[in-house]
């Protein structure tokens, strides 16, 4: 089995900063990308960035600029650094990744809080 352990969420002003951290741990043969969604109370849940194994980016038009995604593969672990933010970020953020076992899986963390407010 694989866990995927989030951590860093919390409240924080509009124009504030946070920092999300993900880790990967369990049976793992490899990582095929990571990424961060979130979801918003009546909402669906969304990409917010995602980074594949060679570092290739993408990020949701939202947050272009103010979000940065970023993985070490030796960990097996993705962060998420957040700035700028709005109190339209508020939502529980899903680390989500793509893991290589005897086929690849998909795995989702439980999710962590983030709430801008002021």
């Known amino acids: 089995q694989v866990q995927l352990a989030e951590s860093g969420g919390g409240l924080v002003q509009p124009g504030g900063s946070l920092r999300l951290s993900c880790a990967a741990s369990?049976?793992?043969?490899?990582?095929?990308?990571m990424g961060w969604y979130r979801q918003a109370p009546g909402n669906e849940r969304e990409l917010v960035a995602a980074v594949t194994s060679g570092d290739s980016t993408n990020y949701a038009d939202s947050v272009k600029g103010r979000f940065t995604i970023s993985r070490d593969n030796a960990k097996n672990t993705v962060d998420l650094q957040m700035n700028s933010l709005k109190p339209e970020d508020t939502a529980v953020y899903y680390c989500h990744a793509s893991i290589r076992q005897a086929k690849v899986i998909g795995y989702w963390g439980r999710g962590t809080q983030v709430t801008v407010s002021s």
């Open positions: 369990g049976k793992i043969f490899g990582i095929n990308y």
